[in-house]
């Protein structure tokens, strides 16, 4: 109830217009977004990779509606990727669909995609999609084929452990040999796509961890790149330390090495577990978003966790 309603509020155009212009507002977004700027996202992935932690930048953006506002969008990417090249940080870029263009067309989408896979093909660096909510799920697998029919091998993909076609989604993903980050899934959907208990999408996210395990065993490991730009295939996105002691005793037992999975956090979250995990020599990457689109992806942080507004009463007091 409560998460439907920060969902509501989060495509919200008054609320945004509103939550846009209040410091207070911004206090509660600047923990989970690196800064506005492109610097500030590069500074960030520094502290982390300082810490032993890779990154994964996000300029922050979704749902555009014109072909301008998409290429924009893809311009900001592209700037990304060569910021994280000169930088010489351990970090690569994660993208979401609708940005470029996904919502106005799949060929103009598909064409601002591929000029984001070369640009890092030509750095030899690796670009995540994320998963959007469940009516862009089927066009963006159709899409993330179409780039790997063209030859892009750099690209992987986000499964939703929520969405009941998620295990099949990800099976015939694996055997066409993609990269998975597994979530559990941010958005609120209806209980006729999604499980709508969490016990349910717990133990979905168990079963499809150990798929993608057994999967990083049977493709012989494929490791983290020593540069911390081309995860392994076996991505674990999530902060429920319950999921992460069952992923990492099942990757013991089965014997897949610590660097061939990697946990995924995001940034402004549980950094105490992001670096216990770092310190027990497994590979950490932290999605670290940056920029002035970021309304909607806050919303979706604070629907996950209406309790963390509390941290707000003594500004509210004050202000
Ligand atoms: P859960 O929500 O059960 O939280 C477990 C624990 O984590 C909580 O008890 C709390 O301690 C901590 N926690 C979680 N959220 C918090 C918050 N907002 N503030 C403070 N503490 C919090 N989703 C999607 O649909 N598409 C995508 O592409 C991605 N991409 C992605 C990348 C990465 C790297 C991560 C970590 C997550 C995503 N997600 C995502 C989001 C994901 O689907 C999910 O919504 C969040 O990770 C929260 O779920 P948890 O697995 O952490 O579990």
Redesign the pocket.
């Known amino acids: 109830m409560i998460r439907s309603f920060f969902s509501y509020l989060s495509k919200a155009a008054w609320a945004r217009n509103i939550a846009m212009r209040s410091s207070i507002v911004w206090k509660m977004a600047s923990r989970f977004i690196a800064g506005v700027t492109l610097a500030d996202g590069i500074k960030v992935i520094q502290q982390l990779n300082s810490n032993g932690i890779n990154a994964t930048l996000d300029h922050l953006g979704e749902d555009t509606d014109s072909p301008e506002k998409a290429q924009q969008a893809t311009s900001d990417i592209l700037q990304a990727i060569e910021a994280i090249e000169q930088a010489g940080v351990r970090g690569n870029v994660s993208i979401k669909l609708t940005q470029i263009g996904l919502e106005i067309g799949n060929e103009l989408c598909f064409e601002n995609l591929e000029q984001i896979l070369e640009k890092a093909q030509g750095y030899n660096s690796f670009v995540r999609i ?3 909510d469940s009516t862009a799920t089927q066009r963006t697998l159709d899409i993330l084929r179409m780039a790997r029919l063209h030859g892009y091998e750099n690209v992987g993909i ?1 499964i ?1 452990a929520y969405l009941y076609r998620s295990e099949e989604d990800l099976r015939k993903l694996l055997d066409e040999c993609f990269k998975i ?1 597994l ?5 609120t959907e209806s209980p006729k796509v999604a499980y709508p208990k ?1 016990q349910d999408i717990n133990s979905s996210y168990d079963r499809c961890a150990a798929i993608l395990i057994n999967s990083a065993l049977s493709k012989n490991c494929p490791r983290l790149s020593t540069d911390g730009r081309i995860p392994p295939v076996a991505g674990l ?4 330390s319950k ?1 992460i002691e069952y992923a990492k005793l099942y990757a013991e037992k089965v014997g897949l090495p610590k660097d061939a999975m990697e946990f ?3 940034n402004g ?2 950094k105490d577990l992001q670096e216990q995990l770092a310190r027990e020599g497994y590979c950490v990457r932290v ?1 670290v978003p940056y920029g002035t689109e970021w309304y909607p992806y806050v919303m979706r ?1 604070v629907a ?2 209406p309790a ?1 507004l509390l941290f707000l009463l003594p500004f509210i007091k004050l202000g």
């Open positions: 994320d998963m959007e986000v939703q980050r979530c559990k899934g941010a958005y969490m996105a999530t902060h429920d999921r995924q956090m995001l979250i549980r999605y942080r996950e966790r963390d």
